[in-house]
């Protein structure tokens, strides 16, 4: 485990910013990159003297907003029914895509800022957002708000790790000792993402006529 975290950590501090960038624009496409293991390894690296922190949350923010405003023109452009059509190649079921236009419909712009909060929405959100028009510049606003919010959040986590196990990456011993000392707090986090998760997917449902 430790000589696997090594190296990610490892790919993460050769990519850069431009590495960053990049991961985070997949996050936030049809091919997501989960975002908890892009921002706060970096920002673990950023608290080394590596990286910057604010430049890790910038990079994210950006990386975010690339890949939202690419899915939301290709999506304008390319129309629900061809999405439909061939959706499923990229795993973009019409059931997720139906999921993602009622959570649109419903929460509209606000939907679109809590949605880079919230996984299983977060990469979806682009397409409703683009086969409706939504106005560019809203969704543009929205978008990086919410992106940045998020990005911040996670190197929060990832620089917290490092002022309580510096050697997180060094030792083994540390890596294992870290794990038992903040257990709870990992737990907790483990807890919140899963218990976000869970409120996504019942977001997502449509509501029942009465």
């Not at 993460?12 to 921002?39: D, K, N, W």
Request: proline share 5%; glycine share 8%; net charge positive.
């Amino acid at each position: 485990m430790h000589h696997l975290l090594e190296t990610w950590f490892n790919w993460v501090l050769t990519g850069g910013y431009a590495g960053i960038v990049v991961l985070m624009a997949m996050e936030s496409s049809i091919f997501p990159v989960p975002s908890e293991i892009v921002i706060p390894p970096a920002a673990f690296l950023a608290a080394q003297g590596k990286l910057s922190f604010w430049g890790v949350v910038l990079a994210g923010t950006v990386g975010s907003y690339l890949g939202a405003a690419i899915t939301y023109w290709a999506s304008r452009l390319i129309g629900r029914p061809l999405i439909v059509k061939y959706g499923h190649y990229v795993l973009l079921t019409p059931k997720k895509l139906e999921s993602a236009e009622h959570f649109l419909a419903r929460y509209e712009a606000g939907g679109v800022f809590f949605a880079r909060l919230l996984p299983v929405v977060r990469h979806l959100i682009s397409i409703p957002a683009g086969i409706v028009r939504m106005n560019f510049g809203v969704f543009s606003v929205v978008t990086i708000a919410g992106s940045a919010l998020w990005c911040w959040i996670l190197a929060y986590l990832g620089d917290k790790a490092y002022r309580v196990e510096p050697q997180l990456l060094t030792s083994p011993e540390a890596l294992e000792h870290f794990i038992r000392q903040q257990s709870r707090g990992i737990l907790l986090v483990i807890a919140l993402f899963a218990a976000l998760y869970m409120l996504a997917l019942r977001l997502m449902k449509p509501r029942s006529r009465e």
